[in-house]
């Protein structure tokens, strides 16, 4: 194992994160709010202990997958530490726990919150708050390849250890031209939305954060009612937004590209558009109150079934109110997710119709087993690595949901609040149903529960594998025979 690139990556990842971290001092210094020092105080400290741990560059940058994912998890973990330090030391969340649950729930996306009044925190402790969800929308060390120049032929690795779906390539020849072309897309969409929003006479500092929110699909609200409160053509810019940015970015870049056939010829895309447009229709029509207008029962369906699918988490109305049907097609959609390639979390589209497929095809193989079918994707051969790949995806998927439903059973909560914050977890959306729904949040678990959901968060973002690989003693065992070795070799 190449320990050396691994030490080099989490010691970068220290000095972008001791670098973002000015940027809460800005908003502090806007508004005059003195818990900026305390962001101060953690970006020197992790700017300066990443100088340490980079060291100077390795001689040998090469890395494999088992590399690229160890890397990405310790990365994820260590960021989210340092991140939510600035929350205990100032007090503002004085529990380590709770500051932990709180900063991966923002890096991963996820919007699952501990806080009982989000409004008493400062502008700055905000802001944070919401820009990790940015950030860690598209990826961390995706940032990191973007930014930074990384020289070595293997950063693919990086890339598929961190992004969404069950297989990514690159957009361009190089890693860092791909990595770079994501960010401006998503650079791109994020500053449409926002004048977008400040178009609507949202103030400035909420049309940041909401913007920051929608486009990793986090869903950390600054208000007490989440988007309720703004007004109906702002709830629609943010739901169209949400429903964007659950779309594979290959198809934005298609798009750029002016091969509207190729970006419209993704079986995935047009999944995930026919479930949407369904589900809102069902829940429409399910909700449906002659009290209010057609375009307000249409808007909340749109905008929850938007929420939910992208895993976004937002909410203009507490869902967990409304009809059984409604309330289950929310939980599918949790488990669904959006699709591959984008900032949302959950199964993926394209891992469903994969599924589907591999069902149909098994099926067929029973009337005529003699006969040889390829499962075809966007009209192209899927190679059988990628279907097991699925298969063991969801094999793991259905474990990990088990074992933290179990965990969770010990305190006695009903068993939709137990699945469903597992769910909402896991699948990074944020909101569940009963007593972790939109209008309640996770404050009531023990700190055990909590490190289990936060694992969940953490597992759920990076595709599973990377958090399961630290927990595998093999990958351990490698890596202190090596340096055994190397001992001996000094003696």
């Known amino acids: 194992m190449n320990k050396s690139i691994i030490r080099y990556i989490l010691g970068w990842v220290l000095v972008l994160e001791g670098i973002l971290l000015l940027l809460p001092c800005l908003v502090a210094l806007i508004y005059r709010e003195q818990c900026g020092w305390y962001f101060v105080l953690v970006a020197v400290c992790s700017f300066f202990a990443g100088l340490l741990v980079k060291g100077k560059k390795p001689e040998r940058t090469m890395f494999y997958m088992k590399e690229g994912c160890i890397a990405t998890a310790l990365s ?4 989210s530490v340092v991140g939510c330090l600035p929350f205990c030391i100032s007090g503002e969340i004085p529990s380590f726990v ?14 699952a919150s501990i806080l009982t009044d989000v409004e008493a925190l400062s502008y700055c402790m905000l802001f944070w708050r919401s820009f990790s969800h940015w950030l860690g929308g598209m990826g961390v060390l995706v940032f990191l390849l973007a930014v930074i120049r990384m020289t070595g032929g293997s950063h693919m690795n990086l890339m598929r250890a961190e992004s969404t779906g069950p297989s990514v390539g690159k957009l361009v020849p ?3 031209h791909s990595a770079r072309t994501l960010y401006y897309i998503y650079t791109g969409m994020t500053i449409i939305m926002i004048i977008l929003l400040l178009a609507g006479r949202m103030p400035v500092f909420d049309a940041l954060t909401t913007a920051f929110g929608t486009a990793g699909t986090g869903g950390f609200g600054i208000k007490a009612d989440s988007m309720a409160s703004y007004s109906p053509y702002l709830q629609w810019v943010v739901a169209i937004f949400m429903i964007l940015f659950g779309v594979n970015f290959n198809a934005f870049y298609f798009i750029l590209l002016r091969k509207w056939r190729q ?8 999944g995930y558009f026919l479930i949407v447009g369904a589900s809102i229709a069902i829940i429409t029509a399910n909700i449906y109150n002659t009290a209010a207008t057609f375009e307000h029962n249409l808007r909340d369906a749109a905008f929850q079934v938007a929420s939910i699918i992208s895993t976004t988490g937002f909410a203009t109305v507490d869902f967990n109110l409304w009809p059984q049907t409604s309330r289950l097609i929310l939980v599918l ?37 003699k006969s040889v079918k390829k499962i075809k994707m966007d009209g192209k051969p899927v190679e059988h690595e990628v279907l097991r790949g699925v298969n063991v ?14 965990c969770l059973s010990f305190e006695n909560y009903d068993m939709v609040t137990n699945f469903t914050a597992v769910a909402a977890t896991f699948n990074n959306i944020g909101p569940g149903l009963n007593l972790v729904g939109p209008a309640a949040n996770f404050a009531l678990f023990t700190d055990f529960n909590k490190l ?23 990958t351990w065992k490698g890596f202190f025979k090596q340096g055994k070795k190397r001992r001996r070799k000094l003696d």
Not at 263 to 270: H, L
């Open 174 to 176: 190089k890693v860092r």
């Open 333 to 369: 959609l949790m488990l669904c997710g959006a699709c591959a390639g984008s900032t949302a979390g959950g199964l993926k589209v394209s891992r469903v119709i994969l599924l589907l497929k591999s069902m149909v095809k098994e099926l067929g193989s029973y009337l005529h087993p």
């Open 452 to 474: 289990v959901l936060t694992f969940d968060m953490l597992a759920g973002r990076l595709e599973l594998f990377p958090m399961l690989l630290l927990l595998y003693p093999p």
């Open 393 to 406: 995806f969801l094999v793991s998927y259905v474990l990990i949901f088990a074992v933290s439903v179990f």
């Open 98 to 111: 709770d500051a932990l649950f709180e900063m991966v729930s923002g890096f991963t996306t996820t919007g």
């Open 76 to 79: 994820w973990i260590e960021i």
């Open 263 to 270: 970006a419209f010829r993704m079986e995935e895309v047009r």
